[in-house]
């Protein structure tokens, strides 16, 4: 047999396979937080999304209902839901979903300012009623609140954090907090627009 042949045959040195296992290693190294970094936000973003539509839910419910509807909040559960009540007001049923693995209702302690309109340092900025925060909506789709008074939910995943607010006519904003800055997205109901403007956090 030929040396030529025989090289073929000896398959990988140590060596070879030390480099290649250490280069799989470094690259795993860099990547891999990244990604779950990329998967923290996906999480964070989707929750943000759902709180929305079931805000949007609920508005749409109490117009075509004719009947008071609410967004629950359960903050120890860590979920959401749309309530449904009877002529006399009382609850009728929750219908309740879970936050994306990793999100809760928190805020920033380093941020004592807030978004636009709202006035409290609060998770939630809406009562409590029978152990849940409910933000109720009228047969108009109106939420049921003082007037000017600006309704808040703030969620985050221990690092990054997003808050969403509706006015007491109805507007939606989200925003999302960013080193010292408030970043306000602009998002209604109405348009698919995004518009960014930034708060200063004092």
Partial sequence: ????????????TVL??????????????????????????????????????TLKRAKMQAVSANQRTALSVDPTGRRIGMTFFNDDNTVNRTEWVP????????????????????????????????????????????????FGDTSAIFIGNGRNYRAITMSSVGGVRTYR??????????RTYESTETETETTPIN
């Fill in 1 to 12: 047999m030929s040396d030529k042949s025989r090289m073929k045959e000896r398959g990988f």
């Fill in 16 to 53: 070879e396979l030390g480099v290649v296992v250490l280069l799989v290693g470094i690259t795993a190294a860099i990547s891999v937080p990244q990604i779950v970094n990329a998967m923290r936000e996906y999480r964070l973003n989707s929750g943000l999304r759902q709180i929305a539509d």
């Fill in 99 to 146: 936050l994306p693995s990793g999100v809760s209702f928190e805020r920033p302690t380093s941020i004592t300012s807030n978004p636009e309109g709202v006035t409290t340092q609060e998770v939630l900025s809406f009562p409590q009623e029978d152990g849940v925060y409910r933000l109720s909506f009228n047969t108009r789709g109106f939420p049921i609140v003082a």
């Fill in 177 to 186: 907090a960013e080193d010292s800055i408030w970043v306000n997205t602009r």
